[in-house]
């Protein structure tokens, strides 16, 4: 275990145990449809509701997302987004935002072709607070993980069904932040068997570490993020904001709808997270 230095992420998640509450973690992906509109959807997403920013860095074989994870970040590299640029868009968000955690998601690979010692400088001189590398494993902390923690970078990793109780020690060693908690059992069965799945999975990862757990579950509706937010620690909302952008296009480029249409998604599941807990008790 290297020495962990304290970041947004950890001032958050406190913040929020004391208020007693779940964050809503929203992501989207740099560039998406272009930079100043995903700049602008970046800078109105504190204010709508999200507690934590995931920032999808663009990549060509994104292959552990979704179609409309994988359609966003090809419409980000059409209109000429790339590492540099996802890491300006980060500074000029903290021009005006000190406080909202930010974390950037993607590949090792375009981390690798642009230096990782000059990549977590940049991003922690930028304002970056955490990163999850998704096709990066324990076994290869060497290259990534270890030095990030060292830059005073959160290093967050995916948890999921299949990690059962002796690959779950391997993927919390080193993570700090937060668990994000990858649930894959879909929209099948009943939403009671759904919470209790959760439930199950919680109590399971509980057991193994005092982090944060983030629940992503294909979450669409404010109902769906106050059902999870009754039991976890977070609730992470991706490829429904994605398709939010996508649909409110005209053609492949922004409309006038397209900022507003985000921030109003945001709004409604940050109110069903905030009244989770207390309807819960009810």
Do not use: W
Not at 208 to 218: D, E, K, W
Not at 233 to 245: N, P, R, T
Not at 265 to 273: C, H, T, Y
Not at 276 to 282: F, I, V
């Amino acid at each position: 275990m290297t020495a962990h230095h304290r970041t947004r992420i950890d001032d958050r998640f406190a913040a929020l145990a004391a208020e007693g509450r779940a964050a809503l973690v929203t992501f989207i992906t740099a560039g998406d449809p272009d930079h100043g509109t995903s700049l602008a959807i970046l800078k109105g997403l504190p204010a709508a509701g999200a507690d934590v920013i995931e920032l999808g860095m663009p990549f060509t074989d994104p292959m552990a997302d979704g179609p409309a994870i994988q359609a966003s970040s090809l419409r980000a590299l059409a209109a000429g987004q790339t590492l540099k640029k996802t890491l300006d868009l980060v500074r000029e968000f903290r021009v005006s935002d000190n406080a909202t955690p930010l974390v950037l998601m993607g590949y090792y690979n375009p981390i690798y072709s642009y230096g990782v010692e000059r990549f977590l400088t940049d991003a922690r001189t930028a304002g970056v607070d955490g990163l999850i590398v998704v096709d990066l494993p324990p076994e290869e902390d060497g290259e990534l993980c270890l030095p990030a923690l060292q830059a005073g970078l959160n290093f967050i990793r995916l948890a999921t069904p299949t990690t059962d109780e002796k690959r779950l020690p391997a993927v919390l060693n080193n993570t700090s932040g937060f668990v994000y908690y990858v649930s894959i059992t879909g929209i099948t069965g009943t939403r009671a068997a759904e919470a209790a799945s959760i439930r199950q999975a919680l109590e399971r990862i509980r057991a193994h570490t005092r982090l944060p757990i983030a629940v992503g579950f294909g979450v669409k509706t404010a109902a769906q993020a106050a059902a999870i937010a009754a039991h976890a620690d977070a609730v992470v909302v991706g490829s429904a904001l994605v398709e939010a952008i996508r649909a409110s296009l005209d053609g492949s480029v922004a409309s006038a709808r397209t900022v507003g249409e985000v921030h109003g998604l945001v709004r409604s599941l940050a109110q069903g997270v905030r009244g989770a807990r207390a309807a819960a008790a009810e």
